[in-house]
């Protein structure tokens, strides 16, 4: 099972916005509104940060924000932090299993 | 507070099999599907397999099935893999990770246990 391609890294300076795109296929991201966002810092568990293609869990912050199009999902950080440094991951459903994406490691510049 | 703990972990020759438990606490376990996810030393996330709330329906990526076998014992709030045939590429962190009330998250996480393939 493939994994969902996204960009090995990108990078900002605090304050800036960053987006991360997710592709899939018309199987999974394409084909349900169930893609989900994880983040994780280094040694750490994932995190979820947001759910069902654009919904926060309580207590993540507003400036994360996602969405979809087509085959494509993408998560926004807006007012980039020293904290939101870490390595972020998507993941959808496909026909009762779930694949992730490849990762992005966000560095805060 | 809700609470998944990973145990079960440690170094395994090729071939031969692990079993791995997650127990839960702070919620009502039987309420919930769980999966397993695994990480390999410096890779991503890949999700392994998982267990409907009651445990009639499971559910494995193709590198493990006919290999792992996922199970829970709602009646003491612990889900368990059994894992067979162990190979090098089976080698990661194994996270439990609970299905978030929307059913297609993982809303909560483990710490992780380690299985170290090897001969």
């Known amino acids: 099972q493939s994994a969902l391609t996204q960009p090995a890294s990108v990078s900002g300076s605090p304050g800036q916005s960053i987006t991360i795109s997710c592709t899939g296929i018309s199987s999974d991201v394409g084909g349900y509104n169930y893609v989900s966002w994880y983040q994780q810092h280094p040694g750490k568990a994932p995190k979820l940060i947001i759910y069902e293609v654009n919904n926060r869990p309580s207590g993540v912050p507003d400036r994360f924000s996602a969405s979809k199009s087509g085959n494509t999902a993408s998560l926004t950080i807006s007012g980039l932090q020293a904290e939101d440094e870490s390595d972020y991951y998507c993941c959808s459903y496909r026909s009762r299993i779930y694949v992730f994406g490849s990762g992005t490691k966000v560095t805060v510049l | 507070q809700v609470q998944l703990v990973e145990s079960g972990g440690g170094v395994v020759q090729p071939g031969r099999s692990l079993r791995i438990s997650c127990a839960v606490s702070g919620f009502t376990f039987s309420n919930y599907p769980i999966h397993w996810v695994r990480q390999a030393p410096g890779k991503g996330l890949e999700w392994v397999a998982g267990?409907?709330?009651?445990?009639?329906?499971?559910d494995y990526a193709d590198s493990v099935k006919g290999r792992f076998t996922i199970s829970r014992d709602n009646s003491k709030n612990t889900m368990y893999m059994e894992m067979n045939s162990l190979r090098g590429e089976d080698t990661a962190v194994y996270y439990c990770?609970?299905?978030?009330?929307?059913?297609?998250?993982?809303?909560?996480w483990g710490q992780g246990t380690t299985v170290t393939v090897s001969s």
């Open positions: 990770a609970r299905g978030g009330p929307h059913y297609y998250e993982m809303d909560v």
């Open positions: 267990i409907s709330y009651d445990g009639s329906k499971k």
